[in-house]
């Protein structure tokens, strides 16, 4: 059973500030999504990787396969970055679920 | 930019009562998915659904669960008796293939009274 956790739980940042979120998963995957909720409960998928890097703007996200371990990061953060970022996991073996952490509430101040 | 839409956005029903989710997924995509996320939660797998069938389940999607696609466009969620426990938010997603990336729906908020 894939176990996937992310680190911290709340991070409160100032605008301009690098962000770095942390996923660690249990078992092997075939692939690692990260998602971004927003208070009003949508979803929009950021990211899918299986390997190295990937940016779209000032997002930036990476994945260690060796390590089981994935980082989001945020390049001069903006209070509209505020949202609940998730990662959620697919395990190796042809499954199709999801399986996802428990997010990690960003709040950036003006 | 085409989108997965949900109806309703939000539904309030009784214990006990049915209801029936639903859900437009991109137009070509072939893959379907049902999510759950009880308030204060992390996000569920309910059930996977591909080629008229269920390809993937999990321990919640019991037997007072099933999904349908009716036609060409729409993905339903039914769920039978209501009970409690089944308020949470219901995010339906698709994907063009097995793999790729899920793109999610706004969600339909459940509330059971």
């Known amino acids: 059973k894939n176990e996937v956790e992310q680190s911290p739980q709340n991070l409160t940042a100032q605008e301009g500030e690098f962000i770095t979120i942390n996923c660690s998963y249990s078992?092997?995957?075939?692939?690692l999504h990260w998602l971004q909720q927003h208070p009003g409960g949508g979803i929009v998928s950021l990211f899918m990787?299986?390997?190295g890097k990937k940016k779209h703007g000032r997002l930036i996200a990476t994945i260690n396969i060796q390590e089981k371990h994935s980082s989001l990061h945020i390049t001069a953060s903006h209070p509209r970055d505020s949202a609940v970022y998730i990662c959620a996991a697919i395990s190796q073996g042809g499954s199709e679920k999801l399986v996802f952490g428990k997010g990690t509430k960003l709040t950036v101040n003006p | 930019e085409p989108e997965v839409t949900q109806t309703p956005s939000h539904q309030v029903t009784q214990m006990g009562q049915e209801v029936i989710l639903r859900c437009v997924p991109i137009?070509?995509?072939?893959?379907f998915y049902w999510y759950r996320q009880i308030l204060g939660q992390k996000v569920e797998f309910l059930v996977s659904f591909y080629n008229n069938e269920i390809s993937e389940k999990s321990e919640i999607f019991d037997d007072q669960f099933s999904v349908e696609r009716p036609d060409g466009s729409n993905f339903t969620l039914k769920i039978r008796s209501t009970k409690l426990e089944d308020s949470a938010m219901y995010f339906c997603a698709s994907s063009f293939n097995r793999g790729t990336e899920q793109y999610f729906g706004p969600g339909t908020r459940l509330t059971v009274t």
């Open positions: 990787l299986s390997s």
């Open positions: 137009s070509n995509h072939l893959y």
């Open positions: 078992v092997g995957i075939s692939a």
